[in-house]
């Protein structure tokens, strides 16, 4: 459940409170230390229908939704196209709190999340600060800067830089936010609304943000899309 006193919460759900009331959302990744705390806030703050996917349940998210009937689980990777494509609809509005760091196929999940998600995007999670070459996203695993492990008073907890440790339960990636801008836009989003949380992790590279993104209309060149990108055998005639 949630710790409405901790202000890392309270910024996931003043940003909530931002994107809803909607007729419904997804919530992707809530389960692990909050048994879908975010998901019921969603049918609190007026969503007819929250849909939570996640690989993992527990009893108290299984007592929710007992009680909720608005509640709804698909118990999977949203990481696997298989899984995602079982996944028949769209929702208003998409969260994803604490969940992208964890994603191997990171382009990949993004582009099957947001598929989902008709209108707008919540995104808070631990971002690496501006590299010297904007849009960078540093792999964790294997990486031998010292400097960049979040918590390194806790390297057995957090097992940030193991390379043999390529998993949604660790830390993969350090995005910069220009990465995220751009990742977010070429899936057809913009940040509209951002901000910073004052809870820090204990090195400073490292800032708790979060992000409100809305669709744009728009005609985008995807790679999911080979029929609309360019014809590499035209170009060459
Ligand atoms: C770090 S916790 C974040 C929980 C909550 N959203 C929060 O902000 O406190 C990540 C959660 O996402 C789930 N998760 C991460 N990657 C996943 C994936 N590819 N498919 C399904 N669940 C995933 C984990 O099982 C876990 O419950």
Excluded at 34 to 52: N, P, S
Aim: hydrophobic share 40%; charged share 25%; glycine share 6%.
């Amino acid at each position: 459940m949630l710790n409405e006193q901790d202000p890392l919460v309270q910024l996931k759900l003043d940003l909530l409170r931002r994107a809803l009331p909607a007729r419904d959302a997804v919530v992707f990744g809530d389960i692990y230390g909050v048994d879908g705390g975010y998901t019921a806030k969603c049918v609190e703050l007026g969503c007819e229908r929250a849909l939570l996917l996640d690989t993992h349940e527990t009893a108290a998210w299984q007592r929710l939704r007992l009680e909720r009937p608005e509640l709804d689980f698909y118990k999977g990777d949203f990481a696997d196209a298989s899984f995602m494509a079982s996944v028949r609809e769209t929702f208003e509005v998409g969260v994803a709190y604490d969940v992208l760091l964890h994603q191997a196929p990171l382009l990949h999940t993004l582009h099957l999340m947001l598929e989902k998600v008709r209108e707008r995007f919540l995104v808070v999670q631990p971002m690496l600060e501006e590299q010297a070459v904007p849009n960078s996203v540093v792999y964790l695993p294997g990486n031998t800067d010292g400097t960049l492990h979040p918590y390194p008073e806790l390297p057995d907890v957090y097992r940030v830089l193991d390379v043999r440790e390529v998993n949604q339960s660790h830390w993969i990636w350090g995005m910069t936010q220009s990465f995220l801008r751009s990742a977010l836009a070429g899936e057809g989003f913009e940040i509209v609304h951002e901000v910073a949380c004052e809870e820090l992790p204990p090195n400073d590279s490292w800032s708790w943000r979060g992000y409100l993104a809305e669709r744009r209309p728009d005609e985008r060149g995807h790679w999911s899309d080979h029929a609309k990108t360019m014809d590499l055998r035209a170009a060459e005639a």
